[in-house]
């Protein structure tokens, strides 16, 4: 059964960091691409961050650019978004995800986790 478990949202000032994680079990993940959305309540859920599992090549959503970092430990089979000089607009539910295709469409992602909330207080 595969599963993806994020954690590491939380509250956190406007300024202030936080490094989420994606757990990833139940079967090898190289070759899927691991991307980082996100939702705001009323807001469609939006992409964040990829990159490749086995590449390690990456890109981000220009509201994102600069400040967050995404990365992956393929041995310990997690994926991370160092997310620095966090603003209000950050606040969401993120989700981490897992496509077989290098895509930032969520319908075409296969597999999510549950989501962990970030909050920035201004």
């Known amino acids: 059964q595969v599963q993806l478990v994020e954690s590491g949202g939380g509250l956190v000032q406007t300024g202030g960091s936080l490094r989420l994680s994606c757990a990833a079990s139940g079967r090898t993940f190289s070759g899927y691409t691991m991307g980082w959305f996100r939702q705001a309540p009323g807001k469609e859920r939006e992409f964040v961050a990829r990159?490749?599992?086995?590449?390690?090549?990456?890109n981000y959503a220009d509201s994102v650019k600069g400040r967050f970092t995404i990365s992956r430990d393929n041995a310990k089979n997690t994926m991370y978004l160092q997310m620095n000089s966090l603003k209000p607009e950050d606040t969401a539910i993120y989700y981490c995800?897992?496509?077989?295709?290098?895509?930032?469409?969520?319908?075409?992602?296969?597999?999510w986790g549950q989501g962990t909330q970030v909050t920035v207080s201004s």
């Open positions: 995800a897992a496509s077989t295709l290098w895509t930032y469409t969520p319908t075409r992602y296969d597999y």
């Open positions: 990159i490749g599992w086995s590449d390690g090549l990456r």
